[in-house]
């Protein structure tokens, strides 16, 4: 049985394709349940507690960790205040680029990392510690 139901998001029109199939329960596979694997991301992050929070995984910070096509990436502050970026392919191994063409001169809790990325061409966007400050913005190549 399929059921095609539309809904309204804003001006854009939506379709949600849902596939419902029917079979005896003596049929269907068991469920299986892996065992979560633990990875540590950095553990040289900015931990200057300001405004009660961090700089780092603020309630309100947009993306910090974002998934494509197989891959991790996440956005975080190192101790010495400079932008620090990783990536791994899910359940692999981090891998850090540290950007040292700027370094904050701040622990302000809101000055947090947003990343995003564009999944027309995979570059990577950044915008960082914007608390009453002018735009700061970096885009891969």
């Excluded at 809904?7 to 394709?17: I, K, N």
Aim: proline letters at 3%.
């Amino acid at each position: 049985m399929t059921v095609l139901k539309r809904c309204r998001a804003g001006a854009v029109l939506v379709g949600l394709l849902l596939i419902v199939t029917f079979s005896s329960p003596a049929s269907a596979a068991s469920p299986t349940v892996n065992t979560p694997t633990t990875t540590t991301l950095t553990t040289q992050g900015r931990t200057a507690e300001s405004y009660t929070g961090l700089m780092n995984g603020e309630s309100f910070q947009q993306d910090g960790i974002v998934s494509h096509r197989r891959w991790q990436y996440a956005a975080f502050w190192d101790e010495e205040g400079y932008v620090n970026v990783s990536r791994r392919p899910t359940n692999g191994t981090w891998q850090t680029i540290r950007l040292t063409d700027y370094r904050t001169t701040t622990t302000d809790s809101h000055n947090v990392i947003s990343i995003g990325l564009s999944h027309e061409d995979g570059s990577i966007h950044l915008s960082f510690d914007m608390h009453a400050q002018r735009f700061r913005y970096r885009k891969s190549v």
